[in-house]
């Protein structure tokens, strides 16, 4: 367990972990800011600011990239499903290809008008390793939402749960679609 010295206090991080837990849980389940903050004793204004602070904004755009990616027809076949405005979705052969097709200025060029095509979408789900979602975090100066597929460097194309994926793309539509 974690414990931070903060002045006279002892603070457990787990303590705080859990609670902010049954908050969420219960505002899942349909209670309001009100009935939790009066169920768990904590203030209602702390619940709206926790909220805030996770709120993933987004618009009706959505954008999902993704490679090395190995069953892309079942991906796309998600993405189709869900709406999804725009995909870039490769193998490690299409990546590869892709890189191998051109010189310096030619794949800079081209890297950057994908980041830019990329850039007109209010929410980017990015399927890949941690890193390269920090990477697209940096670069993209959007709501990136990523979706851990292995550890960096992947060379090898990952299998892709497709209900895994379409529970992320569900969850990013549901919100997207309340008023």
Known sequence: M??????EKLVSK???ENMVEKILRLRMEGYSQQEVSQRLKVDR??????ESLGEVRKG????VVGFPILNTEEVEAVLDEAGVDYRLIWTEAQRQQFIRDKDGPQLLADFLQKVTEVRDYDVVVVLGSQYRIRVSEAMLDREVVGMVIGESPITEDVYVDPQELR?????LVR???KP
């Open 2 to 7: 974690d414990f931070f010295r903060i002045g």
């Open 14 to 16: 787990q303590k705080i």
């Open 45 to 50: 204004t702390f619940i709206s600011r926790l």
């Open 60 to 63: 009706s755009r959505v954008a």
């Open 167 to 171: 529970q992320l793309l569900q969850n």
């Open 175 to 177: 919100v997207k679609r």
